[in-house]
């Protein structure tokens, strides 16, 4: 047992000293850590002369945009996000990926659907005020369509990746006319791409020597300051016309109620430490990235539209037989895997149409369904020997990585070999580009269409290795839709394209990976959509 | 002294000329290339060939690393591929970041790590060294990342005293900048206070066991007067070594920290571009910190004979 000492007045009056000493250092400590909280926030909390009356809302993006220039070869998904909110186009996408008007009111197609005619709506005025006519329609798709303008786009009008535009006229100031060399149903999707949207632009945009200067454009946010490597801040543009149709996508009515500043962040916990803190109030996050509840922030959580995809190399000598990519495919229970991934948050959907699109239909849903007993005939039939097949995916994008660990295991209790190979990202990139893989993990970026996205799946591996599937019957099936506009038809045709990969099985299609952004309670209006841009029209704080 | 400074300088040409080869072939040995990230999974050859040859990618390998030497000597480190800007502009914007960073965590290690390790090695094998010799392995053990996280978790989320990310220069806040580099300042100081104090605790040792100090003791000079006066000055050699190579692997390897922290300097700039295969950027950010070693380290060598006469240049 200890005995306590009893403090001699020498020690005491040490321990005064000691005590007074701590003392006097907490409070040094204290008043240093105040003095530096007591400084100005930031130099970005000074509020800005053009809008001084709107709250900031703060949104952590992984990088930064590297250019300012819509659908330019530089840019980025953040690109496009920005962008989404400062320019517009002709017509513009609705949540479904369906087309609305936008800067046109309406449009005539003629009866041979070569000839588009816009007719463009009154009042519209750029961000540096002057006013929008059919001559600004003209100069953007002329620009656009320069070498120099790196327009990554340029593909979709001049006849390599669609129709070829023949002509652009206007006939009045309010009537923009595009002629075709071939009817084209894609040719108002194009416009709308988000990636590389026909922006219509002030020539203001550039200086007089006809260098890129920032996007002059007529949406509802002014591209205010940009700060490379570290923040965009878009403010409210006051003579915004919103249209009055309901909001959705990027279509409909918009009206900007906050300055927004895109805070360039790269690391995700830092990103989740900054919105503890407050000082960012919404952020992307994946299935795998959800940080712990908290009464200060939600999840905002929609279907998304990029496919993630389990891809065979059907090239390669032993995955070339169809009945082991078949076999792959029953020997596992995918909706298990997708449900297992994404924490319950994404559907089994085993069509490269989104679930979430108006063109979805319940043929698009039938998917495999496990089935060991036929796996196992499959494999016997293939005279399968146990070779061992290498998965390729990536740790940078969780979710590829997770669906990866999960089918090899579950391939391997079917019987089929597999061992997982980690790779950088961008070393993934250029093995899927170049068709060096035998199964791969990947991710699909969102196509505004399943044509646009069978399109790029589609083809002859000996010319453009990156293509998927090599089937000349569903490449004539895909083209014979090139210019009918009619849902109905086109629903079919991906319906039966979708039939016919799931005999061929290139791949097998997992899920769209879901649209999930961490929202602080401060704010009001957030949606999500299954392209996945944040939109901040129509959102406030408070 | 500046045939000194001109020999060591000359010796660096080879050195340099070796390290723009290697990062040159490193860099293009790692698969992929910046036109095929940048269109990632979008099928378009034709897109694809346009932006090789703008980028002079389709060029052979040895053409273009003749190209990119020729541009060097007339002080072109090229233009960025994904930022489209001059790499010399890049590096002018992110180094002063990581330098005000990096020289105030070295300047604030050396006022604790100096005196620190002084004290230990005067109270070897005591409880105040065994107390310092003991820090030190904690601090040591500490990833800066580690550090920074904590740091962050208690001054920015919990205490909501400082930002968690985020840089302002001074020149644009003034003194609000302050308030961005505490943190930084902190996490990469921890670490370099330990590596210092083991230095100059260690030499301070050997010192302190030279006959000249017992002469000192014998004088009756005061202990501080022997420690100060002739201790620490023989005991800085060593340890301004150690200080030199610290700095020149800060400078050079701040990538981490400047994540953490969301701050723009150069090391992030370089890992950015590695991810991107920004490859004039990478080999423009390699080559300045390959230059950086060797200033450094003949900044140290310049300033060795100030604290040991016996040396000379």
Redesign the interface.
């Known amino acids: 047992m200890a005995i306590p000492v009893s403090p001699t007045p020498r020690r005491l009056a040490a321990r005064r000293v000691g005590n007074r000493r701590i003392q006097s250092m907490k409070r040094a400590a204290m008043a240093g ?2 003095a ?2 007591a ?6 909390a000074q509020p800005s002369a053009a809008a001084p009356a709107f709250p900031e809302i703060r949104f952590a993006i992984n ?1 930064d945009t ?2 300012s220039m819509p659908g330019n ?2 840019r980025n998904t953040f690109t496009d996000e920005i962008l989404a909110n400062v320019v517009e186009s002709l017509v513009a996408l609705k949540s479904d990926s369906s087309i609305a008007p936008m800067l046109a009111d309406s449009w005539d197609i003629s009866p041979d659907g070569k000839q588009y005619t816009f007719h463009l709506r009154h009042g519209v005025v750029f961000h540096n005020g002057t006013p929008f006519t059919s001559a600004d329609v003209k100069w953007s798709y002329d620009y656009f369509m320069k ?1 120099q303008s790196g327009y ?1 786009c ?2 979709n009008y001049d006849g ?2 669609g129709p070829k535009v023949l002509a652009v006229t206007t006939p009045d100031p309010r009537t923009v006319v595009f002629e075709l060399d071939r009817p084209s149903a894609l040719f108002l999707t194009h416009m709308t791409e988000p ?1 590389c949207p026909l922006a219509i632009l002030s020539p203001a945009s550039l200086d007089k020597n006809g260098t890129w200067l920032k996007p002059v454009g007529t949406g509802p946010f002014i591209f205010s300051e940009w700060k ?3 923040y965009v801040l878009l403010t409210p543009f006051a003579q915004y016309r919103s249209r009055t149709e309901p909001p959705s996508g990027l279509a409909g009515a918009k009206h900007p109620r906050a300055n927004v500043r895109f ?5 995700e ?2 990103q989740v ?2 919105l ?4 960012i109030d919404m952020m992307h996050i994946s299935e795998n990235t959800r940080p712990p509840s908290d009464p200060h922030w939600h999840v905002i959580a929609g279907p998304g539209a990029d496919p993630a995809a389990f891809l065979m190399q059907t090239r390669d000598p032993l995955l070339a037989d169809v009945r082991i990519r078949r076999a792959i495919a029953l020997a596992v229970d995918l909706p298990g895997v997708v449900n297992a991934v994404s924490g319950g948050l994404a559907r089994y959907n085993s069509s490269l149409t989104p679930d979430a699109e108006a063109l979805y239909t319940a043929g698009d849903a039938v998917g495999y369904k496990q089935n060991l007993p036929e796996v196992k005939r499959l494999l016997a039939a293939a005279g399968y020997a146990g070779q061992t097949l290498t998965l390729e995916t990536n740790r940078r994008y969780v979710h590829m990585y997770s669906s990866a660990v999960y089918m090899q295991s579950l391939l391997s209790q079917a019987g089929i070999k597999v061992k997982l190979q980690v790779v ?4 993934q ?5 170049s068709g060096h893989f035998q199964l791969m993990s ?1 991710g ?2 969102a196509r505004i269409e399943p044509a646009l996205m069978y ?2 799946v589609l ?1 002859d591996k000996s010319k ?1 290795p ?2 998927q599937w090599e089937n000349p019957k569903a490449r004539a099936l895909l083209r014979s839709i090139d210019g009918v506009t009619d849902p109905a038809a086109r629903k079919q045709v991906f319906e039966q394209l979708h039939q016919m990969m799931m005999d061929d099985v290139p791949m097998i299609v997992l899920n769209d990976t879901p649209d999930l952004t961490l929202v602080s309670n401060r704010l009001q209006g957030v949606t999500t959509w299954p392209l996945g841009l944040q939109r901040f029209f129509n959102v406030t704080k408070n | 002294m500046l045939s000194y400074i001109i020999k060591r300088l000359s010796m660096a040409v080879p050195t340099v000329f070796i390290v723009t080869l290697l990062v040159f072939g490193m860099i293009r040995a ?4 910046p036109a ?12 694809l060939q ?2 090789r040859h703008s980028f002079g990618l389709d060029q052979s390998i040895p053409a273009q690393f003749v190209i990119w030497v020729s541009h060097l000597l007339s002080g072109d480190f090229g233009m960025s591929i ?4 001059p790499v010399l502009e890049l590096i002018r ?2 180094f002063p970041v990581t330098a005000e960073i990096v020289l105030a965590a070295t300047f604030l290690a050396c006022l604790i790590a100096i005196p620190a390790g002084l004290f230990a090695a005067w109270m070897q094998n005591r409880r105040g060294d065994l107390a310092v010799v003991m820090g030190s392995i904690m601090l040591v053990s500490i990833p800066s990342f580690w550090a920074g ?1 904590l740091l ?2 208690l ?3 919990k ?10 220069p001074f020149s ?2 003034g ?2 900048s ?3 580099l ?1 943190l930084p300042v902190i996490a990469v100081t921890l670490g370099e206070i330990a590596v210092v104090t083991r230095m100059m605790r260690a030499s301070s040792i050997e010192v302190l066991r030279l006959e000249y100090i017992a002469h000192a003791r014998a004088k009756g000079l005061s202990e501080r007067r022997v420690l100060l006066r002739h201790t620490l000055p023989n005991a800085f050699g060593p340890t301004l070594t150690v200080i030199g190579l610290v700095l020149g692997h800060l400078l050079a390897g701040g990538a981490v920290i400047e ?4 701050l ?1 300097g150069m090391g ?2 370089l890992v ?1 571009s590695i ?3 920004d490859y004039p950027v990478v080999q423009g950010c390699l080559l300045v910190i390959a230059l950086l070693y060797v200033l450094t380290n003949l900044v140290v060598d310049l300033l060795y004979p100030i604290f040991d006469p016996r040396l000379k240049l």
């Open positions: 850590a105040l530096i909280a400084l100005p926030a930031s130099g970005w990088t590297t250019t070869v530089l070498p990554v340029r593909g390599h990746r990636r490379q490597g570290q805070v360039a962040v790269p690391d916990a830092a430490s900054a503890m803190s407050g000082q950088e990202w961008g070393t990139v250029n093995d899927f580009r990947f699909y970026s399109g790029d083809g453009n990156m293509v | 790692i698969p992929g290339d095929s990230l940048m269109l990632g999974d979008l099928n378009d050859p034709v897109l346009q932006m994904v930022r489209h800007q914007e992110t996280i962050i978790w001054f920015g989320v205490l909501h005293l400082l930002p968690t990310f985020g840089y302002q644009q806040v003194w609000a302050f308030k961005y505490v994540t953490v922290f969301t723009p992030r700039l950015e991810y991107s295969r």
